[in-house]
T-cell receptor, first 112, second 115 residues
Framework: QKEVEQNSGPLSVPEGAIASLNCTYS??????FFWYRQYSGKSPELIMS????GDKEDGRFTAQLNKASQYVSLLIRDSQPSDSATYLC????????????FGAGTQVVVTP | GEEVAQTPKHLVRGEGQKAKLYCAPI?????VFWYQQVLKNEFKFLIS????????ETGMPKERFSAKCLPNSPCSLEIQATKLEDSAVYFC?????????????FGSGTQLSVL
């Protein structure tokens, strides 16, 4: 079992709709959770971080964390074509202080 | 500098040749991380440094891979006797503190192609 799992996609979303991305992790002691966006051929860019259970909103992005279920999600509201990218879930585990475990990423395609 | 600078952008090596990649972290960042991205999306942690000291090397292959961060020099990742499976994009990232809850700033990566 991979430490961080995501659906690979592609997730096709009509422009203006909500994109919902999911991520599960295996280390119950994980403390920090991140969502990175990576455009093809580019470096990852941090868009959200979350550390406690519940929701965290930043503009059109909302991250949700449920440590009991070992689940973190990202919602993108009012999806735009510029949101088309691969979204990487990254987790800092209990025994991995100083490094991140990445999921394989979910490709999102926003269609006009 | 204001961004993580990685050189070269592309590196082509024949199997068995040596490859050396460089990374200059953002000025003031004490932590440097190397990640390997194979097949576009599989990120693998390799090694991290706190200044010139190895912080975590649990992801480094035991053979052929080595890394250094020396004072007043770019950090480097060296692969001796490259193999086809080493073909990947190698990303360097830096942060002010360990990545526990700190934003990592990534460089643009070095695309290594082993032929």
């Amino acid at each position: 079992q991979k430490e961080v799992e995501q659906n690979s996609g592609p997730l096709s979303v009509p422009e203006g709709a909500i994109a919902s991305l999911n991520c599960t992790y295996s280390d119950r002691g994980s403390q920090s959770f991140f969502w990175y966006r990576q455009y093809s051929g580019k470096s990852p860019e941090l868009i959200m971080s979350i550390y406690s259970n519940g929701d965290k909103e930043d503009g059109r992005f909302t991250a949700q964390l449920n440590k009991a279920s070992q689940y973190v999600s990202l919602l993108i509201r009012d999806s735009q074509p510029s949101d088309s990218a691969t979204y990487l879930c990254a987790v800092n585990g209990r025994d991995s202080w100083g490094k991140l475990q990445f999921g394989a990423g979910t490709q999102v395609v926003v269609t006009p | 500098g204001e961004e993580v600078a990685q050189t070269p952008k592309h590196l082509v090596r024949g199997e068995g040749q040596k490859a050396k990649l460089y990374c200059a972290p953002i000025k003031g960042h004490s932590y440097v991380f190397w990640y390997q991205q194979v097949l576009k999306n599989e990120f693998k942690f390799l090694i991290s440094f706190q200044n010139e000291n190895v912080f975590d090397e649990t992801g480094m292959p035991k053979e052929r891979f080595s890394a250094k961060c020396l004072p007043n020099s770019p950090c480097s990742l060296e692969i001796q006797a490259t193999k086809l499976e080493d073909s990947a994009v190698y990303f360097c990232a830096s942060s002010q503190r360990p990545a526990t809850n700190e934003k990592l700033f990534f460089g643009s990566g070095t695309q290594l192609s082993v032929l």
